[in-house]
């Protein structure tokens, strides 16, 4: 463990526990997309299989528990308590592609050809692109709540960070994770306009807002 | 050959 993947890490937590207060408070899930909420769902699952056949550590187990458990809780309150607040019509980027693409890369790009390996190649994938129906959402209503403007950075922060992490243990440990890199690049690089934005507007005390 | 990968990170 070292600084960079500690503050990363709190960072993913704290985009979630944004997330939830953002809904709790304004007992209203407007603007987030329930697409890219299913896809880190189904990120969280299909990586964290290793739950059952490797113990790595508390804090490991406990994160990765607390990952799947809050997904799903997520996916509830948008699809029941709060499904009147949602609205479809501005969540229709198609992530058929995404899935289907992962799936393939995964296939491709994995460390061992079983079943266990490809699903967490394809987690990789994925979460590098989950975003995308949260940032389409974003490109459709031109502007965003504050709050959730500040679940976004925290979320991408997270990613933006591990590169940081996989620096520091390359040169450290020599450790080395192709994939999760190339991916991290990926997903860090999607966020880029957003961070931005972010900068420029939310920090300085104004609304997001697209030009 | 098979890398050694161990998956240790979130």
Wanted: hydrophobic fraction near 50%.
């Amino acid at each position: 463990m070292n600084f960079f993947r500690l503050v990363a890490d709190l960072m993913h937590l704290a985009s979630i526990f944004i997330l939830l207060l953002k809904i709790q408070k304004t007992r209203s899930c407007a603007g987030i997309s329930f697409k890219t909420q299913l896809l880190y769902a189904i990120v969280f699952v299909t990586r964290y299989l290793d739950l059952f056949t490797t113990w790595i550590s508390l804090y490991n187990t406990i994160m990765k528990i607390f990952f799947i458990a809050s997904s799903v809780y997520i996916l509830y309150l948008m699809k029941y308590k709060f499904r009147a607040t949602y609205d479809p019509i501005l969540d229709t980027f198609r992530i058929e592609f995404l899935l289907a693409g992962s799936l393939v890369l995964a296939l491709i790009f994995n460390y061992d050809f079983v079943p266990m390996e490809i699903l967490w190649s394809f987690s990789i994938f994925l979460e590098s692109v989950a975003i995308l129906p949260q940032l389409f959402m974003l490109s459709r209503t031109g502007e965003a709540e504050t709050i959730t403007t500040h679940y976004i950075f925290a979320l991408g922060g997270y990613r933006a960070l591990y590169l940081c992490n996989w620096l520091w243990r390359y040169i450290f440990d020599g450790h080395v994770d192709v994939y999760a890199w190339v991916a991290g690049i990926v997903q860090t690089a999607l966020y880029s306009d957003f961070f931005y934005i972010y900068y420029t507007k939310v920090l300085h005390g104004k609304k997001f807002e697209l030009p | 050959k098979k890398k050694e990968h161990k998956k240790d990170e979130l």
